[in-house]
């Protein structure tokens, strides 16, 4: 438990790239992975780094359980007064309650430990009153609390630590719950001849092994009549789970535990389990064995735990490409396909054929290029929608599509901005028609809108418009006409990109949003390398 610098350091770099991991898509996982990244922040937060930087720190217990197993009754007995409303509906479930010795009062007063809650006293009690737990409950700010007691019963250097309930139908609780067990130096597991074969409890046990954790388990409020038979079966699952050499303590049904646990249990019915932890507190060697062995086993257990988070940040990653890959195939298809429809000269077609059949004794040139634009629109709209559509369809099989929000599509600001990029390209066309016109040594010049218009027809109108060419040369001349159609051909091209590509983008910009990058992954494999160097 030497505080090496070169340790603490690596810790805290480990930390900061954990925290600065993100996992926004829903993928099978990452619910786990979640909970393990938050399991880390608390054990690296409120236990290791702290107990590095403060290896002298009073050793903290922490007493967890189920909903009703005694944990605030067994605080308050190992106190020898209530410090902790008791019950299955008891008002201070939100807020934890510590309790230590006068002389430790700032070793956690400070932020040292659970930055993130604030610290709630109570005024002063004499040991006979009882304190107004509702009142501190009242209190509670927002963000959460800590509430601490000092109580001259319990030994200098101990602190017990009772968490909300690990199965509390509020999740804020649950998740509390596991944070400050997390952040233990002994893991007090408390459960009842009724619930011991419960999974919730047992999802706690386990992961106590896991991290090879300071483990006592209290077997409560078990009928006297059953008491061997009980004992016997509980110690049978622990030694099948592998923890069969965990301490294991046993209370008996009393009075005083029924009707709530409002009451004190007897002195001799807690005497034990209080005699094991002032020895771990007394004396030397079991306190660093119960210490090193908790601290040693979180962070051993980074060595499996880091990996599998960077395989979380991989999957996102792995996701959110996969994902934007849907959206850039879908529009890079539809503009191969826009380009086939261009050549094909669909665009010509409906009120634009008639406009041209009819041009230019039944219909003006505006007339003739406000029928191609729109045309010209329509056939674009339709290219988005269908990459949309496509977009839609293949994501429904796409793990963490439903954390994403498809902005932009297709809608009347959409075809708005179609609207608008179309009407540019006309506008250059013309503006690059009357250029032209201008430029000719003619004795009467063509009308610029009518040499635009017919640039556009022989651009959009394929094979059917292969007249509009014609009388484009004989107006402004074969090298005039070339000259023409490529530069519109050229603006067409460009505007029809900048529209898909500008969709396109605002189809992605949500996920550009999730922020998911590659990064994360081996900042996480390698600060856990670095940790394991200096180790």
């Known amino acids: 438990m030497d505080a090496r610098p070169q340790l603490i350091d690596a810790l ?9 991991v993100r996992l926004p898509l829903t993928l099978p996982g990452t619910p786990r992975a979640r909970q393990a990244r938050t399991e880390l922040l608390a054990q690296l937060d409120d236990y290791l780094v702290p107990r590095l930087k403060t290896p002298g720190a009073p050793l903290l217990a922490v007493v967890g359980g ?5 944990k605030s009754t067994l605080v308050n007995s190992l106190v020898g007064r209530r410090v902790s409303a008791a019950g299955v509906l008891r008002p201070t479930t939100r807020t934890p309650v510590l309790v230590c010795h006068p002389d430790d009062h700032h070793w956690f007063a400070d932020l040292r430990v659970f930055p ?33 007691e000092k109580a001259p019963s ?90 069969g050499d965990v301490p294991r303590f046993t209370i008996p049904e009393l009075p005083e535990s029924a009707g709530g646990g409002s009451g004190l249990l007897p002195t001799t019915a807690v005497a034990p389990l209080f005699a094991w932890l002032a020895h771990r507190v007394h004396d030397p060697a079991a306190r660093q064995q119960a210490i090193g062995r908790t601290a040693t086993g979180v962070i051993n257990s980074l060595k499996a735990r880091m990996p599998e988070l960077a395989a979380a940040v991989a999957g996102q990653y792995a996701a959110a490409v996969r994902l934007m890959g849907v959206v850039e195939e879908a529009y890079g298809r539809e503009r191969e396909r826009l380009n086939r429809e261009l050549k094909a000269g669909s665009v010509l077609a409906g009120d634009a054929r008639t406009r041209w059949r009819g041009f230019p004794r039944d219909s003006s040139a505006a007339e003739l290029l ?35 929000v498809l902005e932009g599509r297709l809608d009347l600001e959409a075809a708005e ?19 032209e016109v201008r430029g000719l040594d003619l004795p009467s010049a063509p ?16 094979r059917r418009a292969k007249a509009a060419g014609e009388q484009l040369a004989e107006r402004i001349g074969a090298q005039g006409a070339l000259r023409l159609r490529d530069k519109g051909g050229e603006l067409l091209a460009t505007s029809i990109d900048e529209v898909l590509n500008s969709e396109r983008d605002r189809r992605l910009a949500p996920l550009d949003a999730l922020d998911v990058s590659p990064e994360p992954q081996a900042e996480l494999i390698a600060a856990l390398s670095v940790l394991q160097k200096v180790r």
Do not use: F
């Open 417 to 435: 901005r179609i609207g608008i990029a179309v009407r540019r390209w006309r506008r250059e066309l013309e503006e690059h028609a009357d250029e």
């Open 66 to 70: 189920s909903t009703g197993a005694g």
């Open 116 to 148: 993130q809650l604030t610290r709630v006293w109570l005024p002063q009690q004499e040991d006979t009153e009882e304190p107004d737990h509702e009142s501190a409950s009242d209190a509670v700010p927002d963000g959460g609390a800590l509430r601490i």
């Open 370 to 404: 406000d029928a191609l634009v729109g045309s010209l629109c329509a056939l674009v709209q339709c290219a988005v929608a269908a990459a949309d559509e496509h977009v839609q369809e293949a994501w429904r099989t796409e793990p963490g599509a439903q954390n994403v």
């Open 12 to 20: 805290t770099a480990l930390r900061d790239r954990v925290a600065a």
């Open 447 to 462: 009308d610029a809108e009518t040499v635009a218009a017919l640039v556009a027809t022989a651009l959009l109108g394929g």
């Open 154 to 243: 319990l030994p200098r250097g101990l602190a017990l630590l009772d968490a909300p309930d690990i199965d509390s139908l509020v999740v804020e609780n649950r998740l509390l719950a596991g944070e400050l067990i997390c952040a233990a130096d002994v893991w007090i597991m408390v459960t009842t001849a009724s619930r011991y074969a419960d999974a919730v409890p047992w999802h706690l046990l386990r992961t106590a092994k896991e991290y090879d954790a300071t483990l006592v388990t209290v077997l409560d409020r078990v009928p006297h009549q059953v008491i061997g038979d009980v004992s016997r079966q509980y110690a049978a699952l622990l030694t099948k789970a592998g923890l």
